[in-house]
């Protein structure tokens, strides 16, 4: 059984920065892509970024020179850096991962970005 958990959220004032972690059990990490998402009220939800296993990294366009997605593999943690924070950020991030076949989510970490 795969379980992912987030940690990290909160309250920020815009220009803030935050770091959020995904801790992910019942994997085989090193090999895994992981995504974080988020959703903002009345929202779909979005891609946010992914780091393959290789490390290789992409980023939507909204956040781009802004956060930064890193993993450890020794941790099984993968790592969303969120800087110079915007009202527009505020929504639940989520982690994301496909493991034998099926996709799992985490259970989301509330980013508000207000001041």
């Known amino acids: 059984q795969v379980q992912l958990v987030e940690s990290g959220g909160g309250l920020v004032q815009p220009g803030g920065s935050l770091r959020l972690s995904c801790a992910a059990s019942?994997?085989?990490?090193?090999?895994?892509?992981m995504t974080w998402y988020r959703q903002a009220p009345g929202k779909p939800r979005e891609r946010v970024a992914r780091?393959?296993?290789?490390?290789?990294?992409v980023y939507a366009d909204s956040v781009k020179g802004r956060f930064t997605i890193s993993r450890d593999n020794a941790k099984n943690t993968v790592y969303l850096q969120m800087n110079s924070l915007k009202p527009e950020d505020t929504a639940v991030y989520y982690c994301?991962?496909?493991?034998?076949?099926?996709?799992?989510w985490g259970q989301g970490t509330q980013v508000t970005v207000s001041s």
């Open positions: 994301y991962v496909i493991n034998g076949g099926r996709a799992y």
């Open positions: 780091i393959t296993s290789g490390t290789s990294t």
């Open positions: 019942g994997t085989i990490f090193g090999t895994n892509g």
